[in-house]
């Protein structure tokens, strides 16, 4: 391909063969998230890429980066050979028809028992409950809030806490704490009466002042990840359950992000948080990085508020619990199990932070802060420029900020993610299958990176100045 525009079809054989890489970016620029491709083409981190092992990235340079990207979607690499081999297993042998509605599905059954079994593993008061499968972690979220509201028909809000994120459909949205992302779509859905993150007072007085009866469920991220990987007090959240109890609410755990082992557990609500929550959503590693897998976990007396009796059709979706995806969700789980990735994942991760740490230390005028559990990591960067001169941009300068520690992590071997809900923050959720050597690698990729960049302000000046004039051109809307 010579990167022109296509007149044609585009078939898959020419997309096998490979794309020319201009091709691909004139396509997606013109076709798909424009700006979004624009910032991640000017910041040169846009690829695209090739996997090389499970763990590593080649851009089209030839260059090999560790990928520690990924949204913690990926949590076996890419590639995984033990999923591939599963995969194609499943494609030479399985005949279950591919979409089964209406019908006895038996990789949705066993995937459903196996969700309970594991959480009534934890918490027996769940022994008896049902799933709802859908295609994302959005997904999951809404029908974990309509669940909610079904269940207190007569309740009127939600309460939800500073900087969560639970997705970005319209309900979820009303419980995602991001003006940016809630402000164009006014009305929300859901009125939402929003607390300070591990504040157990705050939720207290609120009960005081406001009956308690009119709150439809509490929903909650047992660790916030979008936020930047922010850890509450632990009995923050033993003590929103118990309350929530006590009064009779639902509590809703978003365990999209941090469960099923990227936290060191597999429910870090029941297990770290001593919580019993009434409703659980689970996704991004059930995909195991090859396919969008979404589940809400339910007590049977709230699941059959909404779905019992005839109204098994008030809520659904056509691909959820599709039998290619149940499948690979069910191998996920056997592999996190059978290869004792939560125990890995715990260990991992105490190493990692202890090395962001002593990073941290050595360089006080590029690291504000540094912030982990398990193998899910936040790096915060001081502002590229001070506050004092930002000139009423603070977050503009947050999005730099970002966005040019990305170039240099990126430039220096790592790819790492954004955190959609905190300026000035990288995140790594690195595969919880990486080699020792290799997670070893990354940390001293990051350690050379800082001791070459040293303070925030440098970020500014090594960054090409093309790059800092087409992400301004972006930023201003041209």
Not at 119 to 137: C, E, P, Q, W, Y
Not at 355 to 384: D, N, T
Not at 427 to 447: A, G, K, S
Request: proline share 6%; with cysteine.
């Amino acid at each position: 391909m010579d990167g022109t525009t296509f007149n044609g079809p585009i078939t898959t054989d020419e997309v096998l063969a490979g794309l020319d890489n201009r091709t691909v970016f004139e396509l997606e620029r013109d076709h798909g998230n424009t700006d979004l491709i624009r910032a991640i083409e000017a910041a040169r981190i846009a690829g695209p890429f090739t996997s090389v092992s499970p763990w590593e990235l080649e851009d089209p340079s030839g260059v090999r980066r560790i990928n520690a990207a990924g949204y913690a979607a990926i949590p076996f690499g890419e590639r995984y050979p033990p999923l591939m081999d599963f995969l194609d297993r499943y494609l030479a042998k399985s005949r279950q028809i591919g979409l089964p509605v209406q019908s006895l599905a038996p990789w949705r059954a066993a995937l459903e028992a196996e969700l309970v079994r594991l959480v009534a593993s934890l918490d027996t008061s769940h022994s008896n409950s049902r799933v709802f499968f859908t295609n994302s972690g959005s997904e999951a979220n809404e029908a974990a809030i309509k669940l909610a509201k079904a269940f207190r028909p007569n309740a009127t809000y939600f309460v939800n806490f500073k900087r969560a994120f639970h997705g970005k459909t319209t309900g979820a949205l009303s419980i995602t704490s991001n003006e940016d992302c809630q402000s164009p779509f006014r009305p929300l859905a859901y009125e939402t009466l929003t607390l300070p993150f591990g504040d157990l007072e705050a939720f207290e007085a609120l009960l005081a002042r406001k009956d308690p009866k009119h709150v439809i469920a509490v929903m909650l991220e047992p660790i916030q990840g979008e936020a930047g990987v922010i850890v509450p007090p632990q009995t923050f959240l033993s003590g929103i359950d118990r309350l929530s109890k006590q009064y009779g609410i639902p509590v809703i755990a978003d365990e999209i992000q941090a469960g099923l082992a990227r936290s060191g557990y597999l429910v870090p609500s029941i297990e770290w948080g001593g919580m019993s929550p009434d409703i659980l959503t689970f996704a991004k590693p059930l995909g195991g990085g090859l396919t969008p897998v979404g589940a809400a976990v339910a007590r049977k007396v709230i699941y059959r508020k909404m779905l019992g009796g005839m109204n098994f059709k008030t809520h659904s979706n056509t691909f959820g619990g599709n039998s290619m995806s149940m499948a690979i969700g069910l191998k996920s789980l056997e592999i996190i199990r059978d290869e004792g990735l939560v125990a890995r994942s715990r260990v991992l991760g105490k190493i990692g932070l202890e090395r962001l740490e002593a990073l941290a230390k050595r360089h006080p005028k590029l690291i504000k802060e540094v912030r982990g559990f398990g193998l899910w990591f936040a790096i915060e960067f001081h502002p590229v420029v001070p506050d004092r001169t930002a000139l009423g941009m603070k977050d503009l300068v947050g999005e730099f900020t970002t966005i040019l520690a990305l170039m240099m992590f990126h430039r220096g071997g790592l790819h790492a993610n954004l955190a959609a809900n905190s300026h000035r923050t990288i995140r790594l959720t690195p595969p919880l299958t990486i080699p020792e050597d290799l997670y070893n690698e990354m940390f001293d990729r990051i350690d050379a990176v800082a001791d070459d960049i040293g303070s925030a302000s440098k970020l500014l000046i090594r960054t090409p100045p093309t790059s800092m004039v087409d992400l301004a051109r972006i930023s201003i809307g041209v």
